[in-house]
């Protein structure tokens, strides 16, 4: 059974910088899209980013463009999210997700996920 585990949130004072990663096992993630989503308090799952499995295409939403960039490394079966210039509404919870069927800014299209790793960013 696949499962991923991301790592690297914490606390992060605005402007700074953070890296983010997610560890895939029990699959391989060369066979599957991979993306990032977040979830701020109150609010629902939020898409970030992903990367197509097949031509490394990214794509970003709105709100990460120019800050955030996605990155898999199929060899090691993990991605990662670099994110900088964070601001205080980028806190959230950030997930990994793998394996996506229809829309894949839509979290309801994505089939694994991991636990999520928290991300603040202090005013």
């Known amino acids: 059974q696949a499962q991923l585990v991301e790592s690297g949130g914490g606390l992060v004072q605005t402007g700074g910088s953070l890296r983010l990663s997610c560890a895939a096992s029990?699959?391989?993630?060369?066979?599957?899209?991979v993306a990032w989503f977040r979830q701020a308090p109150g609010k629902g799952r939020e898409f970030v980013a992903m990367?197509?499995?097949?031509?490394?295409?990214?794509r970003y939403a709105e709100s990460a463009k120019g800050r955030f960039t996605i990155a898999r490394n199929n060899a090691e079966n993990t991605a990662s999210l670099r994110m900088s210039s964070l601001k205080p509404e980028d806190t959230a919870v950030y997930y990994c997700?793998?394996?996506?069927?229809?829309?894949?800014?839509?979290?309801?299209?994505?089939?694994?996920w991991g636990q999520g790793t928290q991300v603040t960013v202090s005013s």
């Open positions: 990367m197509n499995w097949n031509d490394y295409v990214a």
């Open positions: 029990g699959t391989r993630f060369s066979d599957y899209s």
């Open positions: 997700a793998a394996y996506s069927t229809g829309r894949s800014d839509l979290p309801e299209a994505w089939h694994c």
